[in-house]
């Protein structure tokens, strides 16, 4: 069964935080580079940070240094701290493999007001 759920969006002040969650089914995350994405308002999916299953991070410049991605390969999951966030962090997140899969889940919202 192919799963990607993510979780742990919300309303949240600027200068606020937030810790996003993905659960993914094994098929998609075993092995896989997983990474965040984010499709703000009448913008396409960017790719935010990424995960090798080694542990590697690689980070967009836009959210480098306040947004963390970590993951838990036994339990198939992958999180997205995020620290200071800003109104321009506002639109849907996602969570997939990169390179991105065909597959994607519903997305999580995060609004970051000012």
């Known amino acids: 069964q192919v799963q990607l759920v993510e979780s742990g969006g919300g309303l949240v002040q600027g200068g606020g935080s937030l810790t996003l969650s993905c659960a993914a089914s094994m098929s998609i995350f075993r092995m896989k580079t997983m990474g965040w994405y984010r499709q703000a308002p009448g913008k396409g999916r960017e790719l935010l940070a990424s995960i090798t299953s080694g542990g590697n991070t690689n980070y967009a410049d836009s959210v480098k240094g306040r947004f963390t991605i970590s993951r838990d390969n036994a339990k198939a999951m992958v999180y997205l701290q995020m620290n200071t966030l800003k109104t321009e962090d506002t639109g849907v997140y996602y969570c997939?493999?990169?390179?991105?899969?065909?597959?994607w889940g519903q997305g999580t919202q995060v609004t970051v007001s000012s």
């Open positions: 997939n493999t990169f390179p991105r899969g065909a597959y």
